[in-house]
């Protein structure tokens, strides 16, 4: 087929789905997928937060807690990627959980999920963002020693980080895909450069091997070795955070039942591969483990990359490549916040949604969206200047939101039985999907409840876990506004659920395999063609 005909099926599908297409399919298979892997960025997440998981397990927890996140995030996954492959429309969660929702539940189950696919997707900006203003000032802390770090330094260059990523969105939306292909590769050089260079530098004073691989020592003040553990396998879930980015830019991708799927996982099998290695090099290369976790600079990751080489210089070269690639990683966060919040205020489902469903026809992006999406992360980044404890907390709320909002339709999906409720489709689990959905849910459940403990014990003001305030209060905001403003009046996405099965059907020759469907396709277009 033709790349006319790819587009006139996929147009005709998404229009059966509810929506007319709006937004340029500009990305191809390989520039989402970057995209994908910039913003998942599992090394970058592992490098950010190494202070974390070695005072919770040491080295052997930082290791060994990675491979175990990115299988069950995988997991998780899996469960998106068949639903995305069911419906591929922008609004995702939000879209899923209304199609896969009893009928009188509909409205509520994807109003609900659509909040959370927001604030999650803001609370993972804003967290990003304050790890590069960190990483900004952790390299001037290590030239400049006497410097101190002020609160307000700090939000100031957040912001800025935050209004640069959207000024690239918004002014450079057609080199977007371009953008994120030569970030992959960038980010694919830096972590190989970086992994090299500690593993060179340090083999002088590399430590045993067994405390590389097998020291789990317990920091935090828990009394329990394996809690400890459990927490730093928490810890690791936020390098694989961010999966259903390309669900959420399903509409700009051609074929997005086929190929949407492929962008959701391999860059997590590409993450893991990458990101165990560079987190091995990091632990070869620490000298002094009290220093990494206390240093003066607030980032480990630079302290570390200071042991390991010896030089002030070559550290500063690795942060400011490493501080980078994720600043990639945020705008890669502004462009699927704003798609998240475009496609849910489509049917009405925020307040204001008139302003938040535009699309920019000069720029072709939701700029209100994107303008919005900044100024609620620049707002966030105020209560920094009053407690980091509570501005913190947004790592984990983030993780909370995102993980509980990619696992809520896979509940509802063995609640009310796959076969009853899902179409035929691309990306199928099969036998598979039951055992992959539960074990979807069962893990989310249980990193939610792990997320609201203290990290460290005894709890003091310092310390305290604020996730569950976070968690809590943001909650009881979305469901006021629900029995406030939208109950009886937001009904959802119109879903022309003949049009859409029979056009599925048309373009996959009539069953669920993704084999020898080009002829049949073909075909399809141009009987509708004719009729048109």
């Given at each position: 087929?033709?790349?006319?005909?790819?587009?006139?099926?996929?147009?005709?599908?998404?229009?059966?789905?509810?929506?007319?297409?709006?937004?340029?399919?500009?990305?191809?298979?390989?520039?989402?997928?970057?995209?994908?892997?910039?913003?998942?960025?599992?090394?970058?997440?592992?490098?950010?937060?190494?202070?974390?998981?070695?005072?919770?397990?040491?080295?052997?927890?930082?290791?060994?807690?990675?491979?175990?996140?990115?299988?069950?995030?995988?997991?998780?996954?899996?469960?998106?990627?068949?639903?995305?492959?069911?419906?591929?429309?922008?609004?995702?969660?939000?879209?899923?959980?209304?199609?896969?929702?009893?009928?009188?539940?509909?409205?509520?189950?994807?109003?609900?999920?659509?909040?959370?696919?927001?604030?999650?997707?803001?609370?993972?900006?804003?967290?990003?963002?304050?790890?590069?203003?960190?990483?900004?000032?952790?390299?001037?802390?290590?030239?400049?020693?006497?410097?101190?770090?002020?609160?307000?330094?700090?939000?100031?260059?957040?912001?800025?980080?935050?209004?640069?990523?959207?000024?690239?969105?918004?002014?450079?939306?057609?080199?977007?895909?371009?953008?994120?292909?030569?970030?992959?590769?960038?980010?694919?050089?830096?972590?190989?450069?970086?992994?090299?260079?500690?593993?060179?530098?340090?083999?002088?004073?590399?430590?045993?091997?067994?405390?590389?691989?097998?020291?789990?020592?317990?920091?935090?003040?828990?009394?329990?070795?394996?809690?400890?553990?459990?927490?730093?396998?928490?810890?690791?879930?936020?390098?694989?955070?961010?999966?259903?980015?390309?669900?959420?830019?399903?509409?700009?991708?051609?074929?997005?039942?086929r190929n949407v799927p492929k962008v959701m996982l391999w860059?997590?099998?590409?993450?893991?591969?990458?990101?165990?290695?560079?987190?091995?090099?990091?632990?070869?290369?620490?000298?002094?483990?009290?220093?990494?976790?206390?240093?003066?600079?607030?980032?480990?990751?630079?302290?570390?990359?200071?042991?390991?080489?010896?030089?002030?210089?070559?550290?500063?070269?690795?942060?400011?490549?490493?501080?980078?690639?994720?600043?990639?990683?945020?705008?890669?966060?502004?462009?699927?916040?704003?798609?998240?919040?475009?496609?849910?205020?489509?049917?009405?489902?925020?307040?204001?949604?008139?302003?938040?469903?535009?699309?920019?026809?000069?720029?072709?992006?939701?700029?209100?969206?994107?303008?919005?999406?900044?100024?609620?992360?620049?707002?966030?980044?105020?209560?920094?200047?009053?407690?980091?404890?509570?501005?913190?907390?947004?790592?984990?709320?983030?993780?909370?939101?995102?993980?509980?909002?990619?696992?809520?339709?896979?509940?509802?999906?063995?609640?009310?039985?796959?076969?009853?409720?899902?179409?035929?489709?691309?990306?199928?689990?099969?036998?598979?999907?039951?055992?992959?959905?539960?074990?979807?849910?069962?893990?989310?459940?249980?990193?939610?409840?792990?997320?609201?403990?203290?990290?460290?014990?005894?709890?003091?003001?310092?310390?305290?876990?604020?996730?569950?305030?976070?968690?809590?209060?943001?909650?009881?905001?979305?469901?006021?506004?629900?029995?406030?403003?939208?109950?009886?009046?937001?009904?959802?996405?119109?879903?022309?659920?003949?049009e859409l099965e029979a056009r599925r059907l048309a373009a996959?020759?009539?069953?669920?395999?993704?084999?020898?469907?080009?002829?049949?396709?073909?075909?399809?277009?141009?009987?509708?063609?004719?009729?048109?």
């Open positions: 087929m033709t790349k006319e005909d790819h587009t006139f099926i996929d147009d005709g599908e998404l229009e059966a789905l509810g929506y007319q297409r709006e937004m340029p399919r500009q990305f191809s298979t390989l520039s989402l997928g970057a995209l994908s892997f910039t913003l998942t960025c599992t090394w970058l997440g592992t490098g950010s937060s190494v202070g974390i998981s070695l005072t919770e397990a040491s080295s052997a927890g930082t290791i060994w807690s990675l491979p175990i996140a990115g299988v069950m995030t995988m997991i998780v996954t899996l469960g998106m990627a068949e639903l995305a492959s069911a419906y591929p429309a922008a609004g995702a969660q939000y879209y899923w959980s209304f199609m896969v929702a009893r009928e009188d539940y509909k409205p509520f189950a994807a109003y609900v999920n659509g909040w959370l696919s927001v604030l999650g997707w803001w609370l993972a900006s804003a967290s990003v963002s304050n790890f590069v203003a960190s990483m900004i000032l952790a390299i001037v802390t290590l030239w400049y020693p006497d410097y101190e770090i002020q609160r307000w330094h700090q939000w100031l260059i957040y912001c800025g980080l935050v209004w640069l990523a959207i000024s690239l969105n918004v002014f450079g939306s057609g080199l977007i895909p371009l953008f994120n292909q030569f970030l992959f590769f960038l980010a694919v050089l830096t972590l190989s450069a970086t992994t090299i260079t500690l593993l060179v530098c340090s083999r002088n004073h590399y430590p045993s091997s067994s405390w590389v691989f097998s020291d789990t020592t317990n920091s935090t003040g828990w009394p329990s070795d394996g809690f400890a553990f459990i927490l730093s396998i928490s810890n690791a879930v936020y390098a694989f955070l961010g999966s259903d980015c390309g669900a959420h830019l399903c509409e700009e991708i051609q074929n997005p039942g860059p997590l099998v590409i993450g893991l591969i990458t990101a165990w290695p560079f987190a091995v090099s990091c632990m070869a290369a620490i000298v002094d483990l009290e220093s990494v976790i206390t240093t003066a600079t607030g980032l480990p990751l630079i302290e570390i990359y200071y042991q390991g080489t010896g030089s002030r210089a070559a550290a500063s070269v690795l942060m400011a490549l490493f501080a980078f690639c994720f600043f990639g990683c945020l705008t890669g966060n502004a462009t699927t916040a704003s798609r998240t919040l475009w496609a849910v205020s489509r049917d009405n489902a925020l307040p204001y949604s008139s302003l938040w469903m535009r699309v920019s026809h000069r720029f072709k992006m939701p700029l209100n969206a994107m303008c919005l999406s900044g100024t609620v992360v620049s707002l966030y980044g105020l209560i920094f200047l009053g407690s980091t404890a509570a501005f913190s907390a947004m790592v984990s709320a983030a993780i909370v939101f995102l993980q509980t909002s990619c696992i809520a339709p896979q509940a509802i999906l063995l609640y009310r039985g796959r076969d009853k409720v899902l179409p035929p489709r691309y990306f199928s689990l099969g036998k598979y999907g039951t055992a992959v959905n539960a074990t979807a849910v069962i893990w989310v459940i249980f990193l939610d409840i792990i997320y609201c403990f203290p990290t460290a014990m005894p709890v003091t003001p310092q310390n305290m876990n604020f996730v569950s305030v976070v968690t809590i209060g943001l909650t009881l905001f979305v469901l006021g506004l629900w029995f406030t403003s939208k109950r009886g009046k937001f009904v959802g996405p119109k879903i022309n659920m003949a996959m020759g009539g069953s669920s395999s993704i084999e020898g469907t080009e002829q049949h396709a073909t075909e399809y277009v141009t009987s509708v063609k004719r009729m048109d």
